[in-house]
């Protein structure tokens, strides 16, 4: 059954792609790019302003798509699914790679991501990161300091004192909470859909509790 919903979703979004104005759906630009190199493409487009300007308006109309799920500038309202605000636009690529490829396991984002061309991948992760994220405020100020604590002691060496993480390393600042969790959980527990060795190893002895105090430090940071 399950199987069933999201493949209706793919293609009730598709569907929205599709009734698009050709000009707003698939530019005659970005049609030349559904097979070329992401990372030879992205940079041409940093190191030409007038083309980032171009797929950065062609992002904002395909994330009008991606807003059902991610929210209106990618602060979602629904905390089990990401922001996309903010996010470093070389790793959020990286992430599209992946689910086009398997390497990342979610069949709705599998079918979405594999129906874009090159210009819209890019245009999109340069619109998200322009955007600002919206932290969750902090209810519980004794586990924030303890997940601060944690956050310390696990993640900073990586992710930067900020959250905000590198061209290949994800922004976590002002992630949503449940997002966070679950992410955290899987890959302490070695779950398929998410490996990584780094963050395997420096989540394999984190109980629940020491991620719930992560999660509510990380989700509160600007």
């Known amino acids: 059954m399950w199987k069933g919903i999201v493949r209706g979703w793919v293609l009730a979004c598709l569907a929205a792609v599709c009734a698009m104005p050709p ?3 698939q530019p005659a630009k970005a049609r030349a790019t559904a097979h070329v ?15 980032a300007g171009e797929l950065y308006r062609l ?4 994330a009008a798509v991606c807003a059902h799920c991610h929210g209106d500038g990618g602060n979602s309202t629904k905390p089990s699914i990401p922001n996309l605000a903010g996010q470093n636009p ?14 990342r396991r979610n069949e709705f ?29 902090a209810a519980d100020q004794a586990l924030v300091l ?27 600042a002002g992630q949503q909470p449940d997002y966070l969790r679950t992410t955290l959980r899987r890959y302490r527990d ?29 989700s509160s940071m600007p």
């Open 146 to 172: 303890k997940g601060q604590s944690q956050f310390n002691k696990n993640c900073v060496r990586c992710h930067g004192s900020e959250g905000r993480g590198s061209a290949q390393i994800a922004r976590i």
């Open 59 to 62: 992002g904002r109309k395909v």
């Open 23 to 25: 000009a707003l759906a």
């Open 90 to 103: 070389a790793y959020l690529l990286e992430q599209l790679r992946q689910f086009a490829d398997g390497r």
């Open 190 to 218: 070695g779950v398929d859909v998410r490996s990584n060795s780094i963050m395997t190893a420096n989540t394999r002895y984190l109980t629940d509790p020491d991620i719930e105090a992560v999660v509510a430090y990380v």
């Open 109 to 137: 984002m599998e079918g979405m991501i594999r129906a874009m061309n090159a210009d819209e991948k890019i245009g999109m992760v340069l619109f998200y990161a322009d955007q600002d994220v919206r932290p969750q405020p």
């Open 37 to 51: 190199d992401l990372d030879a493409r992205f940079q041409e487009v940093q190191a030409t302003p007038a083309l």
